[in-house]
C-alpha cells in the first residue's frame, strides 16, 4: 500500500528549539538575533537567520503577546481612505511606529460614527495597544470603555487648550480665522464657505466657526456668509461652487474645509470662464500635494501632517510605558499663500 508524506495539516510548525537545532546554537541566542540583534555579531546573526530561513520559522507573536501582555500593534482609525488627507501623517506614524518596534493596524470610518464606534471595540479587541483617534467628537462611553481596558488613547488633527484628554495637532478655529483674516485684508466682504458636514467633525466645524470669528472681529455679521456642508471630494466642492456663482449678488471669495474642496471649487470658476483670483478669489486648507499642482496653485493652510505623525508614534509609545503625557501638544501652521487669492473686485 503506498503512503503519503505529511498533509500540510499534519506538518509541524518550526520553533524556535528547532531553529537552535539546526543553527548549532542555544535558544538564547536565536532569541537575541531576533529581538536584539545589535547584542550578536554578524556572523552568529548571518548563521541564526540563514537557519530561520531555512526552516521557514516565523516568531509566534500570540505567545509572546501572552507573555508581555502587549502585542506590539498600535490601532489608527481615519475618517477616509479616498484623499490625501491622512496619508502623509498617517505614513510618517508608521514609520516611526516601526522605529519603536510596533505594527500599526489602519481603519477608515467612513466620517460615520457608528462604524468608527464598532471599529474601536474591535481593534481593542483584537488586541490593539493604543488608539490614534482623529479628533474629538465620539461618544463619552467610548473613551470610558478604552479607559476600562487600559487602553491609551490619543487624539490627532485637531487640539483643544480646553480638553484634558490627551492630542496632539493644530488649533483648526485659530488656523482657518488667520486665513479669512488675509482673505478679508484683501477687501473681500462677500464670502462663501464649503465644508464638510460638521454634526460630527469637530475640525470642520472649528473651521466654518474660524471664518466666522473672522467676520465679527471686521464688524461683519457671519450669518450672511452661505455656506454649503458636503462629504470632500472636488466633484462635491466643483457643485458647491457652481451654486455659489448663480448667487447675485456673487461672492467674491469662496473659503473652503480643505484643498480637496477647493480644487473642485476652482474648476468650477474655470469652466464659467472666470479668471483666479482676477475674478474670484479662492482658498483651501491642509496643503496637501495636489493644492501645489493645481490649475492655479491654491492659497491654503499649511498643516504638518508628517511632524504630527512622528510625534503621535512617540507620545504613544511613551503612553504605553506609563509616561504622562501633556495633556495636549499643539503644532504650528501657516499660510502658504499662492495664486488663488487677490484682491477684491
Known sequence: MMTTGPT??????????DVAR??????????RCLNTPSQVSKQTLDHVMAAVDRLGYAPNFSARALAARQTKTIGAIIPTMENAIFARGIQAFQERLRDHGFTLLVASSSYQTDIEDEQIRTLTARGADALLLIGYHRNEALYEFLEKRNVPALIAWAC????QRPAIGFNNRHAMKLLADEVLKKGHRRLAFISAPTASNDRALNRVEGVRNALVAFGLDPAGMPIIETP???ENGERACATFLDLDPRPTAIMCGNDVLAVGALRAAIQRGLRVPEDISITGFDDIELASVAPVPLTTVHVPH?????????????MLKGEAPHPHTELDTEICYRGTLGPAI
Request: proline fraction near 5%; charge should be positive.
Open 306 to 318: 508628517r511632524r504630527m505623525g512622528k510625534q503621535a508614534a512617540d507620545i504613544l509609545v511613551q
Open 160 to 163: 483643544d487648550p480646553s480638553s
Open 22 to 31: 539546526e543553527a548549532n546554537v542555544s535558544t538564547a541566542t536565536v532569541s
Open 8 to 17: 500540510k495539516r499534519e506538518t509541524s510548525i518550526p520553533t524556535l528549539a
Open 232 to 234: 470632500y471630494s472636488i
